[in-house]
Structures are given as structure tokens and as C-alpha cells.
């Protein structure tokens, strides 16, 4: 029985043994997962993005593999699970990773050719149709509207809170039917009537004018403008904070040099950057987001108000005077 006991006790010193041995150091990594935002098909934005992804590849001697989500909250989630290491966001999508899944603001995009930064939410109608501004805002449920995805600032967090909110209007009450698509689903489905009228945004149009195909060109002259936001920063480019420091430089020199150099190679790297729709990629860090976070505090506190919420109305106002407080120590004196 002694003798029993005494292996079984050689046992269970040998198990804790084992179970404090330190954890093996995982492999270093091999490739970058890389996502972009869903504003058109997949295949369309792989075509574009296969050169660059290519150059980043030569440059840090990684593997670099694209995932291209259904959706901005596919993007989001797909950094929160470690899915992904970095990528392209919008502005509030890019809030949410920060927010929900350790990103990290590291960069943000540029207008090629030196045009200034920043781009508009618009919303857009058939161009042969009647429907104006103050016809769209009547409210009388007979028009069939398109909205962005709900992660998307110029597709919906623009809209409501620079033209919607004000008002007090919800569009899900104000309209026949609310369609929720990405952008350049919302061009074609405008330039083809399915829909009345659609937000979109700057940055889309002009890249559906730069296709070359006839579909694309004839959606383009078959759209128009009735009504134009704000100014809204440049997207950010984000990365998991989690990152291995030596990964981040090396991601850091080839975004920050990419196109920004002379000669034939630099202006390949720009035209490249251009089908994109970006100029070179400038560094940024968690301030890019205060805009943003503005718009979302302002619609939340127009919509408490319209509700007449006063725990909601404190709550809002405390977050946008949180953001002013941050842009406050951003200027300088005087």
C-alpha cells in the first residue's frame, strides 16, 4: 500500500512538473492578414488591391492575404477574433475596431494627386427624377430609399446626423421601404431605378467614373445630387495593438514610403495607390477619430432630445463635451 501511495504521489509531482513547465513561444509570424472594406463585390476590390498587396509582400518578405467581409461588421469582428492583423476601415467602422477589438489607429488615407483630403456623403436620385431635397424629406412613406451599412459613416452616420436627426426623422418611418446595401450596390440600384433615391458618398462616384466599362459609365451619367454633407476625414488604417512591435515597423516603412519617393518605380507605387482611390498613406493616431466621434455624439443627443430622454440627453452631451475637451487640448493657444 505504501509503496502504492508513493508512486502515486511520484505521479502527481511529475503531472504539476509538466504542468509548470513555461508555455512554448508561439511561431513567429509568417503573413499579414490584410482586410478592406466592403464598398464594392470582392472580386472587383481583389483585381484592384492584388498590385499593392503584392509590393507589401516584396517589401516585408510576408505572405499577405486579403479578407474581403461581406460587410463593415465582418471587418470588425474578424479583427476582434484575430482573424486579421490590419486593414482598411471607414471612420466609424474603424471607431467600432478600436472600440470592440484592440485595433489601433496607425495611418490614414490621401487624395491622389495632391487634391485636398476628405470626401462628402451625398445623397443621390435617378437623374431624370423630380424628387427634391425638401420632396425626399416629406416623410409621406411613398419612396423607396437606400441606406449604407450600419457601420458606414458617409452611408448612414453622416446622413443621420447632419440631415436625419435634426429633423427628427427615423427613416424606417419615413420611407416605403429602407434598404440597407453597400455603395456601389446603391449607385447601380439608383442608376437603374430600382430605388428613388440612395446615399452614397464622393469617393464612390469618382471611382465608378474611373471604370472603363460601358455599365459603369452609364450608371455614372445616369445619377444626381440633391443633397451634400460636411467634409469627413480621410479612412483610417488600422492595426491590431497586440502586434509584435518589429512587425508594426516593418508594416510602418513600407506604408509610410510607399509612392512617396521619384522617379519610374515611385510613380508606379502612385498609379497603383490611385486604383485604390488614395495618394501615399500619412501617419495618424486615436485623434483622427475625434470627428467622428463628434457626429455620433451630436445624433445621439438630437435623437434624446426628440424623445425628450433626460437620462439619455445627460449621457450624450457628456460624450460630445468629452470629444470637444480632447479637440480643446489638440489647438494650440492663441
Known amino acids: 500500500m505504501k509503496s502504492g501511495f508513493k508512486f502515486a504521489a511520484l505521479g502527481v509531482v511529475l503531472a504539476l512538473g509538466a504542468c509548470s513547465k513555461p508555455a512554448e513561444k508561439p511561431a513567429p509570424k509568417t503573413e499579414i492578414l490584410f482586410s478592406i472594406v466592403s464598398t464594392e463585390n470582392a472580386q472587383s476590390q481583389a483585381a ?6 503584392a509590393d507589401m509582400e516584396k517589401a516585408t518578405g510576408m505572405k499577405v492575404k486579403p479578407f474581403f467581409g461581406a460587410n463593415y461588421s465582418a471587418a470588425v469582428e474578424a479583427m476582434r477574433f484575430k482573424q486579421t492583423d490590419m486593414g482598411w476601415f471607414t471612420n466609424q467602422s474603424g471607431l467600432e475596431a478600436v472600440r470592440r477589438s484592440g485595433g489601433e489607429v496607425f495611418a490614414r ?27 425626399l424629406l416629406k416623410c409621406d412613406k411613398s419612396l423607396n430609399f437606400g441606406i449604407g451599412d450600419a457601420k458606414s459613416t458617409s452611408g448612414t452616420l453622416a446622413p443621420m446626423t447632419y440631415l436625419f436627426a435634426p429633423r427628427g426623422i427615423d427613416p424606417v418611418d419615413c420611407f416605403k421601404t429602407v434598404r440597407s446595401a453597400n455603395h456601389e450596390a446603391n449607385l447601380f440600384s439608383i442608376g437603374s431605378g430600382v430605388l428613388d433615391a440612395a446615399t452614397n458618398n464622393t469617393q464612390s462616384i469618382e471611382r465608378l467614373a474611373a471604370k472603363s466599362d460601358p455599365m459603369a459609365q452609364k450608371i455614372v451619367n445616369n445619377i444626381k445630387i440633391i443633397w451634400t454633407s460636411p467634409t469627413i476625414p480621410e479612412d483610417p488604417m488600422i492595426w491590431r495593438a497586440d ?14 514610403t510607399y509612392g512617396t519617393g521619384t522617379g519610374p518605380e515611385a510613380d508606379r507605387q502612385r498609379s497603383v495607390l490611385k486604383v485604390i482611390q488614395t495618394g501615399p498613406f500619412k501617419p495618424a493616431n486615436a485623434t483622427h477619430l475625434l470627428p467622428v466621434r463628434e457626429m455620433e455624439a451630436t445624433e445621439l443627443l438630437i435623437e434624446a432630445k426628440n424623445k425628450k430622454d433626460a437620462p439619455a440627453i445627460a449621457a450624450a452631451q457628456k460624450m ?6 480632447e479637440q480643446k487640448k489638440l489647438t494650440p493657444a492663441g
Open 48 to 53: 484592384q488591391w492584388g498590385p499593392f498587396l
Open 109 to 135: 488615407t490621401s487624395k491622389p494627386d495632391n487634391k485636398p483630403d476628405g470626401y462628402q456623403s451625398v445623397i443621390i436620385v435617378p437623374k431624370d427624377s423630380k424628387l427634391t431635397l425638401e420632396g
Open 243 to 256: 502586434l509584435d512591435p518589429a512587425l508594426k515597423a516593418k508594416i510602418s516603412k513600407f506604408m509610410f
Open 320 to 325: 460630445l463635451d468629452d470629444v470637444h475637451a
